[in-house]
C-alpha cells in the first residue's frame, strides 16, 4: 500500500467551523473550510483525512481558476444581455434533455472526479474514500453528488452512485497499470 503525507502546502488554510458555512466542507482560493461539528460527529478520522486531501487536491490542481471564465461568462452575459443569457439556458436544458452535458457539468465532473483519485493516492484508501461518500449522502446513493443550474432549475451532474462506481473503474485501472495495491 502507498502511503504519501500531505503536507500543508503553501497558500492553503484550514478554516475550522467557519460560522457561515452551509456546506459541511468547501474550498475557494486557497482555503478549506471545514464544518468540524458535523464532520467529527459523521466521518471517521481517516474520512476526514480523505475529505481534506480530496479539498486540497481542488487547490492543487486549480480548479477554480479553470471554472472561473465559464461561470464569470455566465454571470456576464446576465447582467448584460438577459434575454442571450435566458437563450443559453434554455439550450442547456435542450442539451440536457438529449443527453447532452453542457461544458461546466463535464467539467465539474471530471473535478471531482480527478480529486477524488488523488486523495485516494494521497492517503491509500478506496474502501475508507468510498465509505466517506456513502456517508455525506446519508447512505442514499440515488442523491446527486453535484448539480448545475439553468432558469432556476439545478440539472443534476451525477448521482453519488454514478460518481463511486466511476471512480471505482478510474482507480482499478490505475492500480493495474501502476501496480498499486490500495485499500
Excluded at 478549506?32 to 474520512?47: F, H, I, K, Q, W
Excluded at 442571450?84 to 452535458?101: E, F, N
Aim: aromatic letters at 8%; one cysteine or more; hydrophobic letters at 40%.
Amino acid at each position: 500500500m502507498i502511503r504519501v503525507r500531505l503536507q500543508k502546502p503553501q497558500g492553503f488554510t484550514l478554516i475550522k467551523n467557519f460560522p457561515r458555512l452551509n456546506l459541511h466542507i468547501n474550498w475557494a482560493w486557497g482555503k478549506v473550510y471545514m464544518n468540524t461539528s458535523y464532520v467529527n460527529g459523521v466521518l471517521s478520522t481517516e474520512e476526514q483525512q480523505f475529505v481534506l486531501a480530496h479539498e486540497v487536491a481542488h487547490i492543487y490542481m486549480n480548479h477554480v481558476p479553470s471554472k472561473l471564465p465559464l461561470e464569470a461568462f455566465d454571470e456576464l452575459l446576465k447582467q448584460l444581455a438577459p434575454k442571450v443569457s435566458v437563450a443559453l439556458d434554455i439550450l442547456k436544458l435542450l442539451l440536457h434533455i438529449r443527453g447532452i452535458p453542457p461544458p461546466i457539468s463535464s467539467l465539474t465532473k471530471e473535478q471531482e472526479l480527478n480529486a477524488d483519485i488523488q486523495a485516494i493516492l494521497l492517503t491509500g484508501n478506496v474502501t475508507t474514500a468510498i465509505s466517506c461518500l456513502n456517508k455525506l449522502v446519508q447512505g442514499n446513493l440515488e442523491t446527486q453528488s453535484h448539480t448545475w443550474e439553468a432558469l432556476g432549475v439545478e440539472i443534476p451532474v451525477f448521482t453519488m452512485r454514478e460518481r463511486i462506481e466511476e471512480l471505482r473503474r478510474r482507480i482499478s485501472e490505475i492500480s493495474q497499470y501502476y501496480r498499486l495495491r490500495l485499500g
